[in-house]
């Protein structure tokens, strides 16, 4: 539903204020993040595709969310641009074709 945005907004390094269903209780959480990807998640036993994010929001050590599509309750895609230099500091491997220079 929201594949083909989320996909112009990794390109174009554009936030976007996503709210899903947490896992642990299922109640609705609100947070801005930058997509990363989309695709499976390499270690995961379920191999189905997901939204990757980085929460920007995140008090834990572990910023990235990997999201299932059904847990995805909405996605609003903001004007504000993320750079990926702030926050991504391993080597990249990604399922999504992007411009981000060094961390392509």
Partial sequence: MYQNNFVDAIQSKKKIRLTYLSKEDGKK?????????????????????????????SDQRHHILSLLPERVVDMEFLADEFTPDDFISWPTNWFITRDWGKHS
């Fill in 29 to 57: 959480l609100t947070k801005t993040c930058a997509p990363m990807d989309f695709g499976p998640r390499r270690l995961a036993h379920n191999q189905s595709d997901r939204y990757h994010l980085w929460d920007f929001e």
